[in-house]
C-alpha cells in the first residue's frame, strides 16, 4: 500500500509583521495622534476654564456671605504679600472662612514649589505657577475696590454703583494677593483672563480688552471693566 501523505496545515500558525506593513502602522498612529491630540487639548483647557470659573464663584459666594453677617461690608482685603502680620485679616483669611475652609497661611504649598497644591479655589489649574517663598497666589483682589492708601477705606457692597462691572478678584498675572489692572494675566485662558465682579457674576475677558501691548500696561477704559468704582 502506498504510504500516507500528510497534508501540511496552516492551523496555529502566525504571520508576523514586514518592516513595511509596521512602518505603515506607525505612521497611521501618529497621524491619528496629531489629529486627536488638538481635540484632547481643547477640551482639558476647556475644563481648566471652568474650574478656575467655579473658583471665583465660590469667592464670589464668599464675599456675599460675608457681606451678609457684617452689616453689608466686604471683608478686609489684606496685604499684597501676606506675612506672619496677616494671618488674622485679609480676603485670603475672611473669604475662606465663610466656605468653612482653611486659611491660605494653612495651605502647605505656599512656601514649598515642590508640591503640589492640587485641587483648591486658590489655585487655578491653568496657571503653572508654583509658591515662592511664602507667595503664591493665582487670583488676586482689586486694589480700588475699596480705596488705597489714605483713601482704603471699609465699603459696604451697597455703595458700589456698578456691581456688575467693578472687577473684585481676577486671574493673577504676577504674585500680589493684593493689586490692580497690571497684574491681570495677559494669556492664561486662550489669550485671556477671567474675572470676578462684585455683583458675584464671573466672565472671561481676551487679553486685548484689558491689555495694551504696545504700553505693556492694563488698560482701565474699558466700561466693562470698571477698576475705580
Given at each position: 500500500m502506498p504510504a500516507a501523505t500528510i497534508e501540511p496545515t496552516t492551523s496555529g500558525c502566525t504571520t508576523a509583521f514586514t518592516l513595511v506593513e509596521l512602518l505603515v502602522v506607525i505612521g497611521i498612529l501618529a497621524l491619528l495622534g496629531c489629529?486627536?491630540?488638538?481635540?484632547?487639548?481643547?477640551?482639558k483647557a476647556k475644563?481648566?476654564?471652568a474650574i478656575c470659573l467655579n473658583n471665583l464663584r465660590q469667592w464670589g459666594l464668599?464675599?456675599?456671605l460675608h457681606a451678609?453677617?457684617?452689616?453689608d461690608l466686604l471683608c478686609d482685603e489684606g496685604a499684597p504679600s501676606p506675612g506672619l502680620r496677616s494671618v488674622t485679616r485679609g480676603w485670603y483669611v475672611s473669604l475662606p472662612l465663610m466656605l468653612g475652609l482653611p486659611s491660605y497661611h494653612a495651605m502647605p504649598w505656599r512656601t514649598n514649589a515642590l508640591l503640589n497644591p492640587g485641587s483648591s479655589l486658590f489655585i487655578c489649574p491653568s496657571?503653572?505657577?508654583?509658591a515662592t517663598n511664602n507667595n503664591l497666589f493665582h487670583y488676586c483682589l482689586n486694589e480700588h475696590i475699596d480705596g488705597t492708601g489714605a483713601e482704603d477705606r471699609p465699603t459696604k457692597v451697597s455703595s458700589i454703583g456698578c456691581p456688575g462691572q467693578a472687577v473684585y478678584l481676577f486671574d493673577n498675572g504676577k504674585r500680589a494677593a493684593v493689586a490692580q489692572y497690571n497684574n491681570v494675566h495677559t494669556n492664561l485662558h486662550d489669550r485671556g483672563a477671567q474675572f470676578l465682579f462684585v455683583d458675584g457674576h464671573v466672565a472671561r475677558f481676551r487679553n486685548v480688552e484689558y491689555w495694551d501691548f504696545v504700553m505693556d500696561r492694563?488698560?482701565?477704559n474699558n466700561p466693562a471693566l470698571v477698576w475705580f468704582p
Open positions: 489629529l486627536v491630540l488638538p481635540t484632547l487639548n481643547k477640551a475644563s481648566q476654564n464668599a464675599a456675599h451678609a453677617e457684617h452689616d496657571n503653572s505657577r508654583r492694563g488698560k482701565t
